[in-house]
Nanobody, 121 residues
Framework: QVQLVESGGGLVQAGGSLRLSCTVS????????MGWFRQAPGKQREFVGA????????RYTNSVKGRFTISRDNAKNTVYLQMNVLKPEDTAVYYC??????????????WGQGTQVTVSS
């Protein structure tokens, strides 16, 4: 069984930064591509970005390109989402999920519980 636990959400002013973490249980972590998704109130869940199993390939949705960076530390079974120059429209619950490959984004099987990110104007 794979379990994902996010942390690092919070309240930040526009222009600020946050780093989310997602720690994954299970020995197979290094074989999975990992993804980040978000869901704002009243909106559908959307893809934010993904990173390949080895970390060499990433993909981002257009609205976060140049501001968000996904990285991973396979020794710590953890994937990160560094969010810079945050905007009020980035306010959402953020989820990590697996498996999720940058090349082909399909609905992942495993999801974390989500962490709230609120950006004030």
């Amino acid at each position: 069984q794979v379990q994902l636990v996010e942390s690092g959400g919070g309240l930040v002013q526009a222009g600020g930064s946050l780093r989310l973490s997602c720690t994954v249980s299970g020995r197979a972590f290094s074989r999975y591509g990992m993804g980040w998704f978000r869901q704002a109130p009243g909106k559908q869940r959307e893809f934010v970005g993904a990173i390949s199993s080895g970390g060499s390939s990433t993909r981002y949705t257009n609205s976060v390109k140049g501001r968000f960076t996904i990285s991973r530390d396979n020794a710590k079974n953890t994937v990160y989402l560094q969010m810079n120059v945050l905007k009020p429209e980035d306010t959402a619950v953020y989820y990590c999920a697996a498996p999720c490959e940058p090349e082909v984004v399909v609905t992942p099987s495993y999801w974390g519980q989500g962490t709230q990110v609120t950006v004030s104007s």
